[in-house]
């Protein structure tokens, strides 16, 4: 008999796999006083151990590491931007392919599945948990240093292109360089990004709810390895997306951090600097806590619709404040740019703009792909009873629909302060600061730096909770109950990574290791791809 809500028991017809495996069988559970643990023992022994001895060693060789993680970067971005961008590419083609192909009548958790939440709630957590810190801290820099960049045009020394402009640029045509740098920012942020979250999720639902396997990301290959998915071939997978998910999630922790503490200097003059992104971290991981302790529906899904507000009524104040006529048009007009320049922007080959494409494209295709198990089991959890092509449909386009509408309001701001009124405060910011000046050039500037201070630390918490349940899912075997003391304990060590990351070099640190897990994640989410299509295939309709 089916239990009341329990998500790992099918409605309807599903075609189950067929395994004596049970979740947690291969777990070490243990027992000390009120807390507990019940954890994979291979899983959670060697990605704790590599965790930590990452930790020791950037805190030990500091000034080492700085020059080591730089160099790091620009070899994998360099040598690897074809390949990523190659394979984002695939997930988007295979998206729309399943959307418009019989199997998107397949529904997630059987032919009779309801789904769990209303769409305001699964979007809510899916958009908080998926953009949040990336949106806030990008939003206004991004389009802004792309609009910059195209504008001056190409530089060349002794032959090589040396400039960051998209394509060739708009040197001089500040019209053209607007609707370019709008197009780049998009494609960062729109189908391609998204498409990687799809592919994961959808994956993860599948075998989790329709085939009964556990939860993590193994089971997505048990049509390729079979019952050797149990083994070290399924703990290796594991692992790599424990690391993935942990130094993706520090990245973006970091960018936090610093933007809070840019906006905090900007309000209320605290100083800046490594002590006080510090202090943020360890004091915001301290809030990530207690939305960990109060779990799921409680914490994140509360935090997420708590952030949905903020954001849009920050959004809608400066289109209301801002040049709104200029946004409104504009935002039908980026669209139509996005799918003008996007073959351009895609093609992973013969690039002359090899400064946009490594020194963005490629660390960005990582860095989503490296909050792919995520992001991925995240939304896999949320999404019960949708069929898969509402899923890809809802994943897909309703997020990037948003990220267009906050590019356009927040860097089309940016923009025209620039061309029409001459204002250069923000151009001339940090990039953690550019927000912060974008808003003191409008009415109120004191309210809306203090609400996106607190967006920026709502979202930092909601990252932090959802990636701790679900890198305690995957070092748990897949059990989706765990004890909370392990949650408590991949929280803690999120905030001590993106500590020793940002002692260990700052922001170059975060996106090296951002790309270093993103590029091995990358070739087992092509395999997951294919695997996952093999799973559609065989499931009632």
């Given at each position: 008999?089916?239990e ?62 700085e ?16 390949f ?136 997505v ?53 490594e ?76 690039r ?5 494409a490594?020194?963005?494209?490629a ?7 490296s ?5 991925g089991?995240?939304?896999?959890r ?33 923009i ?46 909601t ?17 989706v109950?765990?004890?909370?003391p ?56």
């Open positions: 008999m089916k009341k809500n329990d998500p790992m028991i099918p409605d309807g017809e599903v075609n189950p796999i067929d395994t004596d495996y049970q979740v947690g069988q291969d777990n070490i559970v243990v027992n000390v006083g009120p807390f507990g643990l019940d954890i994979h023992n291979r899983v959670f022994a060697v990605s704790g151990v590599m965790i930590i001895a990452f930790v020791v060693l950037t805190l030990l060789f500091q000034a080492e590491a020059p080591f993680f730089g160099n790091i970067r620009t070899w994998l971005t360099g040598n690897l931007d074809g990523f961008m190659g394979a984002a590419n695939i997930f988007v083609i295979l998206c729309l392919a399943l959307v418009v192909s019989p199997l998107g009548r397949v529904r997630l958790g059987g032919t009779e599945a309801k789904p769990d939440y209303s769409y305001l709630g699964w979007f809510s957590m899916l958009f908080a948990a998926g953009m949040g810190i990336g949106l806030m801290y990008y939003g206004v820099s991004e389009p802004l240093g792309h609009f910059g960049t195209a504008f001056a045009g190409p530089t060349f020394e002794n032959g090589v292109r040396t400039d960051y402009a998209p394509l060739a640029g708009a040197a001089g045509d500040a019209a053209a360089a607007q609707k370019l740098a709008m197009a780049a920012t998009i494609y960062h942020w729109a189908l391609h990004p998204w498409a990687i979250y799809a592919i994961m999720a959808l994956g993860l639902a599948l075998f989790s709810f329709n085939k009964g396997l556990p939860l993590t990301i193994r089971s290959f048990y049509p390729i390895l079979g019952e050797r998915v149990w083994g070290w071939p399924g703990h290796i997978i594991d692992i790599l997306a424990i690391l993935a998910t942990l130094f993706g999630l520090a990245t973006s922790l970091g960018l936090g951090a610093s933007q809070a503490a840019s906006g905090l200097h900007s309000v209320f003059g605290l100083p800046l600097g002590t006080t992104e510090i202090l943020l971290v360890l004091g915001i991981t301290g809030l990530a806590l207690f939305s960990v302790v109060a779990g799921l529906d409680a914490g994140v899904k509360k935090l997420s619709e708590i952030n949905m507000i903020l954001a849009v009524l920050l959004v809608f104040f400066v289109l209301v404040v801002g040049p709104t006529i200029a946004i409104l048009t504009g935002f039908f007009d980026n669209i139509v740019s996005y799918f003008r320049y996007l073959p351009q922007l895609a093609n992973p080959v013969g002359e703009d090899t400064g946009f490594n020194g963005w494209t660390f960005y295709w990582a860095w989503w792909i909050w792919s198990p995520f992001v089991m995240f939304i896999a949320v999404s019960r009873g949708r069929t898969v092509r509402e899923f890809i449909i809802s994943v897909l386009l309703v997020p990037s629909v948003a990220c267009v509408f906050w590019m356009t309001v927040f860097g089309g701001t940016a025209q302060q620039v061309v029409a009124d001459g204002y250069q405060t923000a151009v001339n910011a940090e990039l953690p600061l550019q927000l912060f000046a974008v808003l003191n050039g409008l009415p109120l500037a004191s309210i809306t730096s203090f609400i996106a201070i607190v967006l920026v630390i709502v979202f930092f918490v990252s932090s909770d959802s990636g701790s349940l679900v890198i305690d899912v995957i070092s748990a075997g897949g059990k109950e765990a004890p909370t392990q949650r408590v304990f991949w929280c803690v060590f999120e905030g001590l990574v993106a500590v020793s990351l940002i002692l260990g070099g700052g922001l170059i640190a975060l996106q090296a290791m951002a790309v270093s897990t993103g590029f091995p994640f990358t070739i087992v989410l092509l395999i997951a791809a294919f695997s996952m299509v093999k799973g559609l295939m065989s499931e009632p309709r």
